[in-house]
């Protein structure tokens, strides 16, 4: 089973990098639940989303603020019918043209083939000086 999810897991960010979002939605059950701990300030769409209507309205919103230019596992864990992956995601903020990089950690559940939960932590403080194009001066704080 762990190879097998491995490779779906594997088709399943790279139809995401590619753009391929009903591949990715016809991945999730229907009630999956997708967490991203991440600044919802500066990215509001992500947080907490319960279900497939939700996801993809989080895709959605998310593709039309960046273009997709790398987005790939760069190490995974496969153990029954869970899975943690590292990404590499490559940006570009299609508002100012500027390439933001970010690792994410990625926890799946499945449950028959699809998954039921994926939590989302990022690197968030990087993430969102990359957004704002500049360092937070952290001795205002």
């Not at 039309?64 to 992956?85: G, S, T």
């Not at 559940?109 to 993430?127: K, P, T, Y």
């Amino acid at each position: 089973m762990s190879d097998a999810l491995r490779r779906r897991i594997q088709d399943y960010y790279q139809a995401y990098a590619e753009g391929r979002f009903d591949e990715v939605l016809a991945a999730l059950d229907e009630n999956v639940v997708f967490v991203s701990y991440a600044p919802t300030e500066v990215f509001p769409v992500l947080g907490r989303r319960t279900g497939k209507a939700a996801v993809a309205t989080t895709i959605n919103v998310m593709n039309a603020a960046f273009e997709h230019l790398n987005y790939q596992p760069i190490f995974m864990v496969v153990a029954d019918e869970e899975a943690a992956a590292i990404v590499l995601a490559r940006l570009r903020q299609r508002s100012t043209g500027r390439v933001i990089q970010v690792l994410l950690a990625h926890f799946l559940r499945f449950r028959d083939g699809r998954v039921v939960e994926l939590r989302e932590f990022m690197d968030s403080f990087d993430a969102v000086q990359q957004v704002l194009g500049r360092e937070i001066d952290l001795s205002k704080v």
